[in-house]
């Protein structure tokens, strides 16, 4: 299977625009503990961008035939380890991984003080990653 530029382009725009809408939102601990509806939605976005990452992580790993990873968080450490994204990174998405299991599968357990920060400090990790797999792909296609 070859990558697919175009749906990989795709996916990070839709990254991308989830990344404003919460950096928009200017994300507090006092307004996720103020509003649910408010809540829920930043949770949301969360969810998807964090769910996005995974999906364009596991498209180039079985584009490039890597290594098969058995866990949404084991994909990031195999491009980690590839030298698509740095190491640290790589650990900081599985974190996020982790953390998306969190909202999806234990979501009365979620701690509002790691979604206020994740919501801040971890937008710029997927930012970070959003920027490497672009330049990847660039160099993949020239």
Do not use: W
Not at 13 to 26: G, H
Not at 61 to 79: I, M, R, S, W, Y
Not at 82 to 97: C, M, P, R
């Amino acid at each position: 299977m070859a990558l697919e530029k175009n749906l990989l382009f795709k996916l990070l725009d839709y990254l991308e625009n989830l990344i404003s809408q919460v950096e928009s939102k200017e994300v507090t601990l006092n307004k996720l503990e103020e509003g649910m509806d408010f809540m829920f939605a930043v949770e949301r976005r969360m969810q998807l961008m964090i769910e996005t990452t995974i999906n364009i992580a596991e498209h180039i790993v079985a584009g490039l035939n890597l290594a098969h990873p058995e866990t949404a968080k084991d994909v990031f450490l195999v491009l980690g380890k590839e030298g698509i994204i740095t190491q640290e990174l790589a650990q900081k998405l599985a974190n996020a991984a982790g953390f998306r299991n969190i909202l999806v599968h234990d979501y009365l357990d979620v701690d509002l003080k790691i979604v206020a920060e994740a919501s801040t400090t971890g937008l710029d990790d997927l930012r970070q990653f959003a920027t490497c797999i672009r330049q990847f792909i660039e160099k993949q296609h020239n």
